[in-house]
């Protein structure tokens, strides 16, 4: 089994990014989507949002690449905390996307792109962070709730592409349970494989 490993992603890997986000969709959402919202999704459009997201200058903002042997298959997106009614609870940070192929599922890649991103936002001081999650989605409910994520209190609904999706928050109150050991506020980012943005 090849290592998996991570990087920090930059404007340049937007296309890759969107392909990942794409597929990891219809990989995912399958059971919760209609298979035609989910076809007709346009990497294009999406790689145009990635782009703008990838080009964030806020020094907490990262996104992380997961890569085996046959290239890009996962990521993570954090910053700082932009939710109104998270923010007033104590929960600084986000963690805003992470999705994996599942080719490289359950090979420890989500638990190291998390502990990363936890790292990154302490270093930035952010001690704290929540990650919203669709309610239905138990696999990601599960995954969180083994890393030490626990229920906020705070739902909503994800409006897009005329569905209307129930979410609910998960956060952790000291992301030092989660980031990598030896890791406190104020230390510089890890450094991660093949760094860089190339």
């Keep these: 089994m090849t290592e998996i490993k991570l990087r920090r992603a930059g404007p340049d890997h937007a296309g890759a990014i969107a392909d990942i986000h794409i597929a990891s969709w219809r990989e995912t959402y399958a059971a919760m989507m209609p298979a035609e919202t989910l076809a007709g999704l346009d990497p294009g459009e999406w790689a145009q949002r990635w782009r703008a997201n990838l080009s964030d200058d806020d020094p907490a903002t990262a996104t992380l690449l997961a890569e085996d042997a046959d290239g890009p298959a996962g990521f993570g997106l954090c910053r700082r905390q932009r939710s109104e009614k998270l923010l007033p609870l104590g929960f600084f940070g986000e963690i805003t996307s992470l999705y994996l192929l599942r080719r490289i599922q359950r090979r420890g890649a989500g638990r190291r792109l998390l502990a990363e991103m936890a790292g990154h936002l302490l ?7 929540a990650v919203w999650v669709f309610r239905i989605a138990a696999h990601a409910r599960a995954f969180y709730e083994a890393h030490g994520a626990e229920p906020t ?24 349970r989660i980031a990598p050991e030896g890791l406190t506020c104020g230390d510089s980012v890890p450094t991660l494989h ?4 190339g």
Excluded: F, K, Q, T
């Design 123 to 129: 270093a930035h001081g952010c001690d704290s962070a």
């Design 153 to 176: 209190g705070v739902a909503g609904v994800w409006e897009i592409y005329g569905m209307v999706l129930p979410d609910m928050a998960y956060g952790w109150r000291d992301l030092r």
């Design 194 to 197: 093949g760094g860089g943005n």
